[in-house]
């Protein structure tokens, strides 16, 4: 196996590990109550019409980007499953051809 994908596979089981324990369900559970209420148009002041929709762009970009976060964090979960998968599926090629 490649160092490059051997680190690949190292650091996605590290992930896997940290996003199966409690700290990270709770933390995850935080942050989607905060992203709930940060997305909820009540919880923005309805004084000044261009103030409210410069907030609702910027809550946008804000909650767009936590969740691009948390996308990537858990999905470097499973790169190292997949990256197991084509491994093995190169050593059976090559075992084939000869």
Do not use: C
């Not at 109550?33 to 009540?42: P, R, V």
């Not at 261009?50 to 470097?76: C, F, H, K, P």
């Not at 599926?89 to 084939?96: A, G, L, Q, S």
Request: no cysteine; aromatic share 8%.
């Amino acid at each position: 196996m490649q160092d490059e994908t051997q680190k690949i596979i190292q650091e996605s089981d590290m992930m896997k590990r940290f996003i199966s324990t409690e700290g990270w369900i709770h933390a995850k559970g935080m942050l989607m109550k905060k992203i709930a209420t940060l997305d909820s148009i009540s919880s923005i002041p309805m004084d000044n019409p261009t103030d409210m929709v410069n907030q609702m762009m910027y809550r946008s970009g804000a909650i767009s980007l936590v969740l691009e976060w948390m996308r990537e964090v858990e999905g470097l979960a499973q790169v190292g499953d997949y990256q197991r998968q084509m491994e093995t599926i190169k050593e059976d090629e090559f075992i084939k051809t000869f």
